[in-house]
């Protein structure tokens, strides 16, 4: 066979062979070679794990040459415009408001960065379910966003493509996509025959395979359009798909693909007669299998009915059966006959069958820049949408599924162009809308609202897996984004049909979810799935619902809503009848969902507020209204029941439910339209109708009379209250808000705003959260989101991002301005908008905050009243509420409450009741005169009101009122007195009583009617019966009796009394208060402010009323309430009082309690320091040392510290790398942020200290090198205190009681970790303090005049003494256990410096070095100077004494053998040993290589203490000749040959001179002729040094020289010395530092003449000839051997000084760290790390919790924390911005130095928005880093088990 020899054949040959032969004219034998060829490679049954078909493909594609080179060559061609670039989840994309047309525009990186996008509103975010950029793609962003690439239409400039080029894949391509869908075809299997793992082998087979297309499609243009052929040929397809006659397999195959398609219950249409149309046939014949999808009656084929019927059965009872609706679809062929006629539709059936594979995914979405491509995929896709929801409601994955729908989705219906195509092509509104239905049907059950058992309303069962888990939500996103396109909405509302069915879906949530309210057992369960039926409204409801609204904002599109307005009535209709709805709600059940009510409710907004549409001609009959307004009231009645506690047994769900209707993510599109609709109904129907019904759904009802007891069927008297000011609260929001009423969208954001910043400053992400948007989907912002800003600053100020002094960082903050509050504020929309009752409460905290500080109000301040924008002319009715008999008797009957006490009145009652009443003198009734006509007629029986008009019935005095009372009231007369009868007899007409109305009549009939009987009758009823008196069992309720009250007032007079009763004064208004009333501090105050501010516009607005109101005030006659209620008054006065004296005894205590507090603090923080003096006058040396005393801050008990029972200083020891880190410049390093940038930590103190300890140990002893430098700059121990003391046995039960105790707050009580006791600093161990004294004092200080040499004596005599061993005791014990600690604090690898670790040398090494690390701590946090002087009051904060003894204890264990010691080198000359150069062993490291302070340190610790002062300065003096010659050797190695010559004889002159020994001009010389006897010591350093020298010196430039070179030395031992000897240190300016520096430690005499510029030579003090002593150490490096010079000499040029600590320099842009470090491949590993993290110390990047860098079970971060910082590590996190910091084995989140333009952090990068460096938090940072405070300052720490 052919093929079979050029199967054998190379590849190569081949392809180019069979090339040639497909480019002859005549190619028909190529063809076949060809075919046959592939017939053999391409063969499906060989497993395709095989990659050889794969090679051959590729070889023959390229068609001989290289595959590199022919992409190269295809490339080439590429005329594509679109970049199309495809990514998957959790890729880093960008979106650009400012330039998208679609919302969900997108670009990649690379685009949006080579774009223009300054200024614009753009953000970076992580893409959830993947995406494409669309630079390119004018249909979704402008132009103007294009990138450099995508802006050139490159299309016009590229060569047309040669034939041949793509010749092969022609030939090829098709027989491997067929290939594939074989492999597809052959590796389903049903899902429930098999796990889906099966699937998930066959697509890792097909791998490489489906990499390859994809491949392919990157190609470019040029290969797209190849591949788009391929896929869309209906011909190929044919030919191909059902293979060839004989071959076996492929008809197999074909089968296998038919039953896949009938078991995705797609019919293939020849089983369905009513199908067939001739058409069908034709292909069904051609092999195209087709399918019907949703058929009409069955929910799919036959056998998935049954099962859908077994799983019902198989649900657990308590679950409500499911309900099955005979379809409701459209007709059955809605969704075409489907038939695949080309390979693109197949693969797509086959990626929805596998579930959408990631790689099918974007291989199909990688061709979409292929315009042919496009819209045929498109409509390949719609063809396929009720299938993919099919497959979705099945997936078990169905989260990814979705992710990846809509990933396809998006691209495709994002664009309108397309998306109305297939609008008009595909009916694809008909499709989705049916699909959606279909796919709800599936979970309805029967709903229990109103009419349990003869409901036949369905909803959906919000407990069921597709509402739970949101499984609906790619299909409605797609819905809501093709809604947002103006051509397809239109479609949309013109379509009738459509529209009813989309009422159908809506009314499927219509009352879902609902809520019984329990009222014996607390329920046992609390279900959650209240969630899934508010985001199911929102998302399937209200968000398309929005979409809507959006294209029916103009006059023309009027028909358009009056099409959906009918639809909803009609569809409401059809509910009020399916749950059997009459008049009354059901009792007890309420559900938050009605949407639609709610969509009747936007439309009617929308056309009134924009379409200029008249109201009426949308509203329905009054009945209907009235049923239309039950269930929205229901809700807000049921808020009140929430808030009051009525609903408790629901459990907290209910109260979620509540907080989430107001949320600001649901209010615009519950609450809002809720009560909308409700305004509505209420400016339609009969006020007092209104009025009545409020109230009675409130439950209020029986509370409203005048009798002061009463008895309520439905409440509890503690749920009363709160009842009835929820009822007035909703009816002042009912009349006041005017959101949807007439305010324009300015005024809307305005006051949202508002109300959001007086609850609380809020960020400026949080109030874009908080204000509702109006959802509105064509641009992803805030309505006009420039006005967003504008309006922010109009209404609010800056406060920029502070540090509090704890340490905890405050983001930049929104605060409203003072004319805000003063003007704008307005409770009412505050209660509207608030989740959490507490917010309220802390606007009015605010407010009256405010008032105090701008001196307007001191008091308690009432909520104040708000001027409300004008009413729409339609919305005129709702005024009439305002003015009804009932709103006014409800008024009237509580004043009258308010004024006698009665119980569960409040203030908010009154300052509500006196918020309606200024209501309705702000809002008249127009035209009252007609109305009162017909009016007074209607109501004649009604006797308490004349009219109607709120004006005149405030000063109608009423005089009786008849009220029906319990027996036992106060009120019932046992007498009933003579006179009442002939009162009312003679009163006549004039008696106006009523009784006070029993809501609960007749509310069948339309109007409230309040019963009551003539005046005639009254006169009978009088005499009550003698029944009252009969006994009455105990346990009942009391009888109700009926009685006459006398009242005698009206609205006006209560208001009056109770301005005198809330200003407690008898006559608070004069009569002619009116004429001197100035009304402008009316507006803020309390009630007294309120009640003035009300009768001042009564009376303004009507003559009548200000003569009532002067007549009133004239008699100013105090209230008389009935005898018998003078107890309860009295009782409430004295409560008053008894509350105000409580108060100020609270006061005391607390006051007192601050002050005690106040004084211990002051005695805890002082560790007394002793009176110094008193000693100081003895002088003699035998003074009994005076001991210091310790408070216990456990035991509290004050006492010294003893052998046996030692105190103990709380300290923290930590290691720290902190002065290992500084560098010789002052400049910080700046963080690379490019391959060139490099940080090199060469030149830190740690290295060059660790390269000069290597150096000496190569060529000098080692026992004589561990004394030479210190150690520490690297994880040194460094010890803090909080100053508190504490018996150290007290200590050890406080850390059992640690132990014991299970609540442990972050810290570790095995490693020893506590908290002070007393001021809850973190702490690790327990310094023991030395019994005695606390500094040196007495004749320890007195100087004693004796002369240098003979202390030189004494101090070598002292060093002779040996140590004693200290007596074993407690306190020994102790201080053993202490340096234990302190070598447990650091690693092993910074304490083994030595040649045999553990050694002694070693340990004195280490030991000294801690006292060494500490004191250069002490002076880096003094700002690196001494200059600030201080005197002990730090001392109280260090424990650097107590340090010392410990540390001295243990040192005087070893004592320096006297033949090394280095004291006799400083001061003898003594003669030199021959024999030491021959000796094996190496030689001592020479003077004047020595570390000079390490010396000192040495010294002072080994020598007995208490160390004199004298011989402590007789030290430093020594020491400092050591440091001078030091600094002239170092200097001379600077000079050039020709200036050593020079200084060298200049100063020879002077030696003679008589104080040459304090010249350094002399001694500098004397060193450099000393030094030149060996050639090498300045050869060595002419190298580098000649590169240097630029300048010539001076005598000056080598004085400063040597001073700075001195100054750490000084700077040292004056600390030193201030510590042991409690010396203060004297301020001075920096020039000045030396000479201060030098005066204290007595290297000069106190005081120096001014004139004089200081000399550092003249600090000198020799005790024997200083030449002599020069020679000494110079011979010492003379008489090294040659090669150890060389080397060593380096040692010889050292600087002491190093420049503070600082951490990297950070770009002030968090963009540049973030794109060159979120892509970077980490170092050891060599992958991009999930979570990429830097060192702000040494700019290393790591791997946050990468298992790929774990080191014996280490992760990367903890690993270099110990490695850079001694177990401290400080890192950025690149993906969150925010820093962490690892301290030992806890971490905590510090928080984020880089803050967005608004002053915020932006964790995670959520929003995405531009992060600039906040300079003030950086420096924080460091300041706690240098400082070593991370653990005291920051609060939350957790252990990191090592897992960063």
Known sequence: MMAASLLRRDKKATATHLKADLNRTDNSSGVRQLQELLDAVLNPEISAADTEALDWCKCLIAGGEGFEEFCKTVRSYDNATLCGLVWTANFVAYRCRTCGISPCMSLCAECFNNGDHTGHDFNMFRSQAGGACDCGDSNVMRESGFCRRHRLRTGENIPSIPRDLLLMSEM????????????????????????????????????????????????????????????????????????????????KNYDKYLSALKNSGLVPVEEKAQGATADVTVGAEG???????????????????????????????????????????????????????????????????????????????????DQDYKITFTKTFVQHY???MKTLMKSHESDTMSNRIVHISVQLFSNEELARHVTEECQLLDIMVTVLLYMMESCLIKSELQDEENSRHVVVNCSEALLKNNTYWPLVSDFINILSHQSVAKKFLEDHSLLMLWMSFVSFFQGMNLNKRELNEHVEF???????????????????????????????????????????????????????????????????????????????????????????????????????????????????????????????????????????????????????????????????????????????????????????????????????????????????????????????????MVSQLCMNDRTHSALLDLIPENPNPKSGIVPGSCSFEEMLSAVADFKAPVFEPGGSMQQGMYTPKAEVWEKEFDPIMVVLRTVYRRDVQSAMDRYSAFLKQSGIHTGNPWPPYKERTPLHPCYKGLIKLLHCKTLHIVIFTLLYKIWMDHQNMSEHVLCMVLYLIELGLDNQVQDSKEDEEPCIEEHCHDSWFPGINLLSNLHHVINFVRVRVPETAPEVKREPPPSTSTEASSYGQNLREAQVFSLVAERRRKFQEIINRSNTEAAQVVRPKSSSTRWVPPGTPPQLVTEILEIRESMLSLLIKLHQKLSSKQNSLSASWLEDMDTSRHTHGDGITAIERILTKAATRSCQIKRSIQDICGKACPPVPPKKNSPSDKKTMDKEERRQRARERQQKLLAEFASRQKSFMETAMDVESPDTEAAMDLGASEVMESEVLYDCVICGQSGPSTEDRPTGLVVLLQASSVLGHRCRSKEPKNLPTSDEEHIYAADTCGVANDVRLTLMQRFFKDSSCLQSVSIGWDGGVYVQTCGHTLHIDCHKSYMESLRNDQVLQGFSVDKGEFTCPLCRQFANSVLPCRPGRGTEAGAWRTPTNKKTYVLVKEVEDLQEKLGHFPTESNLSKEMELVIKDIKNTTQKKYMDYGKNPGSPDNDFLFMYSVARTNLELELVHRGGNLCSGGASAAAKRSCLNQLFHVLAMHMRLYSIDSAYNPWTKLTQVTQSKEADGFDEERPEVPMLFRDVPSLLIIFVLTMPQPLRKEHFNCVVKMLYNLQFAQALAALSSKFSPEERQAWSTSGALKKSAANAEK??????????????????????????????????????????????????FLRLSCLLQHHLYGDNLTSCLEEEEFLSLAVCLGLLPSAPQLSNVVNSASCLKWTVSGFDLVTQWCAEVTGLSQMQTEQSLTLLVQDPQWAAPRLLQLPDNYNIIFQYYHRKACTACKKVPKDPALCLVCGAFVCLKGVCCKQQGICECVLHSQHCGAATGIFLLINASVIIIIRGHRFCLWGSVYLDAHGEEDRDLRRGKPLFLCEERYRVLEQQWVSHTFDHINKRWGPHYNGL
């Open 172 to 251: 090829v391509l098709p027989r491997f996509i067929l290939c594939i869908i074989q492999y597809l075809r052959d590796g389903y299997i049903e899902p429930d025959t098999s796990s889906e793992r099966d699937l998930q082998k066959v697509l890792q087979q097909l791998d490489p395979q489906i990499s390859f297309l994809e491949e392919l499609t990157k190609m470019g243009g040029a290969m797209r359009t190849v591949l788009t052929k391929i896929l869309t040929n209906q011909q190929t397809f044919k030919e191909l798909s059902m293979g060839q006659e004989e071959n076996l397999y492929a008809k």
């Open 1559 to 1608: 010249s350094f001009e002399a001694l500098l010389s004397h060193i450099i002729s000393e030094l030149s006897k060996d050639k090498s010591v300045y050869k060595v350093n002419a190298d580098e040094t000649s590169m240097l020298i630029s300048s010539v010196w001076s005598p000056q430039s080598i004085e400063f020289s040597l001073q700075q070179f001195c100054l750490p």
């Open 386 to 388: 009720a299938f993919i």
């Open 287 to 369: 092999g195209a299998g087709a399918m019907v999808v949703l058929g009409s009656s069955a929910p799919g084929s036959p056998d998935e009915s049954n099962k859908e019927e077994d799983q019902d059965a198989g649900q657990s009872v308590g679950q409500r059966k499911r309900v099955k609706l005979s379809s409701s679809t459209k007709d059955p062929c809605i969704i075409e006959s489907l038939k695949h006629k080309c390979f693109l539709e197949e693969l797509l059936f086959w990626t929805i069958k596998y579930e959408f594979p990631q790689k099918m995914v974007t291989f199909l979405l990688n061709m979409l820049p």
């Open 526 to 752: 609390e279900s959650q799935t209240y969630y899934a039926a508010f985001a199911a409204e929102l998302e399937a409801c209200a968000q398309p619902m929005w979409g809507l609204l959006t294209h029916c904002k103009v006059k023309e599109t009027q028909e358009y809503t009056k099409t959906v307005v009918r639809y909803c009535l009609e569809t409401l209709q059809i509910w009020f009848d399916a749950i059997g709805f009459v008049d009354e709600p059901a009792p007890n059940q309420v559900t938050f969902h009605l949407p639609l009510h709610r969509y009747y409710a936007m439309f009617l907004s929308k056309a009134v507020k924009c379409q200029g549409l008249d109201l009426d001609s949308l509203l329905p009959d009054q009945e209907m209204l009235m049923k239309i307004m039950v269930h929205p009231l229901q809700i807000q009645a049921c808020l009140s029941e929430i808030h009051s506690n009525m609903w408790v047994r629901n459990g907290l769900q209910i109260k979620g439910q509540a907080m989430t209707y107001v949320q600001s993510h649901f209010c615009n599109s519950m609450i809002d339209p809720d009560i909308y609709l409700l305004q509505v109904c209420a400016s339609r129907l009969d006020p007092d109708y209104f009025i009545s019904s409020v109230f009675e759904r409130f439950k209020v009802v029986d509370l409203l009379t005048m009798a002061s007891q009463h008895q309520n069927a439905v409440l509890d008297s503690e749920q009363e209250r709160p009842m009835l000011e929820g009822a007035l609260t909703f009816l002042v929001i009912l009349t006041s808000l005017r959101t949807h009423l007439g305010m324009t969208d300015d005024e809307i954001l305005r006051a949202e």
